[in-house]
């Protein structure tokens, strides 16, 4: 399992390097964004018989991601709030750090010359704290049920009507390793496995 873990991220890099190798420079130098998300949020376990946070934390999905991008170079915090038959139940937040780049598509152009159509893969890891139910800001540890480390790999498509707004989808394939947040210590309370989620995006960008 670790083995075929670990060919994951690494195939994930590989790619992405190679993309960025034969992408155009069209990127924006430094990015600063922020912007709702919206979709659909689930996963699952890879150990018969171990609990796992996706088995009650998943269904329609709603929040936030704010981050800042150096070239290709990417650190996002996102928010995600899971909804599902008897409405707004557990949370996930997580803290990424990668790699995206930016794939133009099309003819269409900007005002700045950069084109309006633009394909972004991307890969990181990082951190994620999970909640069995709504959170009551601030985020604190006695609300966190699970925590641990995300790998993910995510592909977006963005439509930029002006420099400063984007529309689009992103779809995003993840393994995670959790622990239970009150006894980090007792076996039985980890889990491992994988995620998905399937966003609808709107996103502020600031930068050049």
């Given amino acids: 399992m670790r083995r075929h873990v670990a060919v994951i991220p690494l195939a994930g890099a590989v ?3 190679s993309a960025l190798a034969a992408a155009p420079a069209e990127a924006r130098l430094v990015d600063f964004y922020a912007g709702p ?14 609990p796992d946070f996706f088995d009650k934390v998943r269904g329609a999905a709603m929040g936030a991601e704010v981050g800042a991008k150096l070239l290709v170079l990417q650190l996002s915090v996102s928010f995600l709030q899971m909804i ?11 803290a990424i750090l990668g790699l995206e780049i930016d794939i133009p598509i099309g003819q269409a152009r900007m005002r700045d010359g950069r084109r309006k159509l ?9 951190v994620a704290f999970g909640t069995p139910g709504p959170v009551s800001p601030p985020l604190s540890n006695e609300q966190i049920s699970h925590k641990g480390l995300v790998w993910q790999t995510r592909l977006a498509l963005e439509y930029s009507p002006h420099e400063l707004f984007g ?3 992103e779809g995003m394939f993840g393994y995670h390793y ?14 491992s496995g994988y995620h998905i989620a399937a966003l609808a995006t709107a996103t502020l960008h600031l930068g050049y």
């Fill in 167 to 169: 529309f689009g989808v």
């Fill in 37 to 50: 998300r919206a979709g659909a949020m689930t996963g699952w376990g890879s150990k018969a018989g171990t």
């Fill in 84 to 94: 599902d038959g008897g409405g707004r139940s557990g949370t996930l937040s997580q």
């Fill in 118 to 126: 633009l394909l972004r893969p991307g890969t990181g890891g990082g």
């Fill in 15 to 17: 790619g992405l390097l």
């Fill in 178 to 191: 959790f622990v239970g947040a009150q006894a980090v210590n007792d076996i039985s309370n980890h889990s």
